[in-house]
Structure formats: C-alpha cells, structure tokens
C-alpha cells in the first residue's frame, strides 16, 4: 500500500520561497502519476500542479504558472514543488497524491477524483 507524506511547509514571507517535497513509501513511484492539491480556509481543494509517470509532461494551475516548478526523483521516490515568488494567497494546506498507471506514460491527471493515494498535507503560511 502506498503511503505519501508531505513535508517543507512552514511561514514564509511574501516572494519568498519553499521546497514542499512528498515522500513515498510502500511502493516506488515508478509507475504513478503525481499531483499537487491545496486547500486555503473556507475554501475548496485545488489543483496546484502534476507531474506525468514518465516526468515528461506537466501541468500548472494558472495562479502558479512561471513560479511552482514540479518534478520528480524517482530514485529517492519523492515528487518536489518548488514554490518561488509566494503571495499570501499561496497559502494552505498543500496535498500530494498519486494514482498508478502501470506504465511511463506522459499522461497528465489534473482532476482529484483521479488520484487513489493522499498524503496528510503540510501547511503553507505566506505572511509578513
């Protein structure tokens, strides 16, 4: 059974920046497609960003495009968001999940419904 668990949450000010990495365990990563999900106070869980099993492909919110870089080390079985230039409307409850494909594709999931696995999510604070 696959386990995620988030970690690299934590205040930061305005342009500042952070590293939210997931970390897998029960099953390597190999074959799973990833995404990152958040959701701030009062609101609904979004889409933040996903990465493709292969890693060739990937897919960014609008809110986030040109400063969250995703990416994937398979060999350490952990799935990055590198997060630059926060707004204090960055700030929630960050989620990794993953769905298994079987295969390296570079197919892309960006609906939640499609992902089976979730992690317990890290907090991420944008304030000065």
């Known amino acids: 059974q696959l386990q995620l668990v988030e970690s690299g949450g934590g205040l930061v000010q305005p342009g500042g920046s952070l590293r939210l990495s997931c970390a897998a365990s029960g099953s390597t990563l190999d074959y799973y497609a990833i995404g990152w999900f958040r959701q701030a106070p009062g609101k609904e869980r979004e889409g933040v960003s996903c990465?493709?099993?292969?890693?060739?492909?990937?897919n960014y919110a609008d809110s986030v495009k040109g400063r969250f870089t995703i990416s994937r080390d398979n060999a350490k079985n952990t799935v990055y968001l590198q997060m630059n230039s926060l707004k204090p409307e960055d700030g929630a409850i960050y989620y990794c999940?993953?769905?298994?494909?079987?295969?390296?594709?570079?197919?892309?999931?960006?609906?939640?419904?499609?992902?089976?696995?979730w992690g317990q999510g890290t907090q991420v604070t944008v304030s000065s």
């Open positions: 999940a993953a769905t298994y494909i079987g295969v390296s594709s570079s197919y892309t999931y960006t609906d939640e419904s499609e992902y089976d696995y």
């Open positions: 990465i493709s099993s292969s890693g060739g492909s990937t």
